[in-house]
């Protein structure tokens, strides 16, 4: 799965251009690379999204496999570091 797909869909980011937009700004790593918007993320990647006053680590636990995930439903998929 895209990792702007991923983001929107485990309800990391409210929509997928949101999640574009902060990938193309260079803010989204994947194991500490910074990645494009067409990178595939796997289970047991780490997710570092970099906001202006912290940055944020979530480590992929699953793959959902529709389109959005209910926000009760996160914590199958993601686990915050």
Do not use: W
């Not at 803010?27 to 990178?39: C, R």
């Not at 289970?43 to 912290?54: C, E, H, P, R, S």
């Amino acid at each position: 799965m895209r990792i702007d797909k991923f983001l929107n869909s485990v309800n990391i980011t409210k929509r997928r251009s949101v999640a574009q937009d902060m990938i193309s700004n260079g803010v989204v790593l994947i194991n500490d690379v910074v990645v494009k918007a067409s990178k595939n993320v796997a289970v047991g990647d780490v997710i570092t999204i970099n906001y202006l006053n912290a940055a944020k680590k979530y480590k992929v636990l699953q793959l959902p496999t529709t389109k959005s995930t209910p926000k009760s439903l996160q914590d199958q998929y993601i686990k915050e570091l």
